[in-house]
């Protein structure tokens, strides 16, 4: 029976994208260059997208860097964010709405079991919903798949939690 455990997950500390946007929102006010475009970063809570707004590509694009800077001195993971396409807006603008990933999608969940399976260490990896669950009786097993995969690119980003030893 295995002893010891630990989950793969992805997950986003929404409080600090929060801080992130209303820095993002104040360097946009006070920044020379973008002074008056009109451009916005909201942020949709319960739907969990970012929605950016300007008056043209070249500003949004502007935005978005200043919005990237501060997400990641946050330390809010950017693989983490998936943009959508850049629209046409009302008023002659454009805007772009960007969804935050909290967990790890199910076909990337299986992308992980397969790696996890093929390192032939004596482990198991099960899917359960949004994570990934590693167990095996070796603590230096389960050490060697958490540096598998911090090795491998999934296009999620992936943290180690709950670990638990008997």
Do not use: F, H, L, N
């Given at each position: 029976m295995p002893d010891n455990s630990f989950d793969i997950v992805s997950v986003v500390d929404m409080p600090e994208v929060l801080n992130a946007v209303q820095q993002a929102g104040k360097d946009i006010a006070n920044r020379f260059d973008l002074k008056g475009s009109g451009s916005r970063i909201e942020l949709q809570e319960k739907d969990r997208k970012l929605v950016l707004s300007s008056r043209d590509e070249y500003t949004l694009k502007a935005i978005n860097d200043v919005l990237d800077q501060k997400l990641v001195k946050r330390k809010v993971p950017l693989k983490a964010l998936v943009p959508?396409?850049?629209?046409?807006?009302?008023?002659?603008?454009?805007?772009?709405?960007?969804?935050?990933?909290?967990?790890?999608?199910?076909e990337k969940c299986r992308e992980i079991v397969k790696t996890i399976k093929r390192s032939k260490l004596k482990v198991q990896a099960s899917i359960q919903g949004d994570l990934v669950r590693v167990s095996g009786k070796s603590r230096d097993a389960l050490q060697e798949v958490m540096t598998r995969i911090k090795g491998e690119d999934f296009g999620v980003h992936t943290q180690f939690t709950n670990y638990r030893s008997k």
């Open positions: 959508g396409p850049v629209e046409d807006a009302a008023g002659s603008t454009v805007r772009q709405e960007i969804t935050i990933q909290i967990g790890i999608p199910i």
